[in-house]
């Protein structure tokens, strides 16, 4: 199916942002209006999480897709869904240090100190030493972050398509992750083998098509070797 750039561009993609955006939306709303529970910000925190992940599998679903469908148009989406996981896994961590860390100090100088920030990163630090899972989401958000800065097509052209497809192996990385971290503290098989198989079949399909598959190559007169 042909679609001119114009159509994703001004029709599909902001389609695609809007339904992206609109977890956190719906989110902000509910902690607002006292929908989540006996502790909201706990459930939001859950909740962020959860939509990075989701998102962090379709990123890597885009690529499988397209070559098992030939739908390309789907590569043009790939930018838009790394960021949203990103956007998701930074909002998962900032409410954990708000409404958890943040919350649970005494503020012996004050709301905003240097000595609030630094009782803070002791608290975040120790906690997140005491927790291993913390450290693993901690690390699945630190692949991510050279993965968002990079995204922009000014950022592939500084690094090179080579140098820059290296680097952005680490959504694997980050997913995989991300998936230890989700399950570690909850003990839900079942997530976890939702997840697992995707993320999974995903690397499977990526190791197949990269190490397995051998590209032919083609001959100085042009004939496939």
């Known amino acids: 199916m042909q679609v001119s750039d114009r159509v994703v561009r001004f029709g599909l993609k902001p389609l695609v942002f809007l339904a992206s955006l609109a977890p956190a939306v719906y989110l902000t709303w509910a902690v607002a209006n006292n929908e989540l529970g006996v502790d909201p910000f706990r459930s939001a925190t859950r909740e962020t999480g959860a939509w990075a992940l989701k998102f962090l599998g379709l990123t890597l679903a885009v690529t499988p897709f397209r070559r098992l469908t030939r739908w390309h148009l789907t590569i043009k989406f790939r930018r838009m869904l790394g960021l949203f996981a990103f956007f998701y896994g930074a909002v998962h961590f900032l409410t954990y240090i708000i409404f958890d860390r943040f919350a649970g100090l005494d503020f012996r100088n004050g709301l905003v100190s240097w000595v609030t920030i630094g009782d803070l990163t002791t608290s975040t630090g120790g906690d997140i030493v005491q927790r291993p899972f913390l450290a693993i989401g901690v690390a699945a958000l630190m692949a991510m972050a050279p993965l968002a800065v990079t995204s922009t097509a ?27 971290h989700h399950w570690w503290p909850l003990g839900d098989r079942l997530r976890l083998d939702s997840y697992g198989a995707m993320v999974g079949a995903l690397l499977a399909y990526r190791i197949y098509h990269s190490q397995i598959r051998t590209p032919r190559r083609t001959s100085p007169s042009g004939l496939a070797a």
């Open 154 to 180: 000014a950022m592939i052209r500084h690094l090179g398509g080579r140098r820059w497809q290296r680097l952005h192996r680490f959504v694997y990385v980050a997913a995989t992750a991300g998936l230890v």
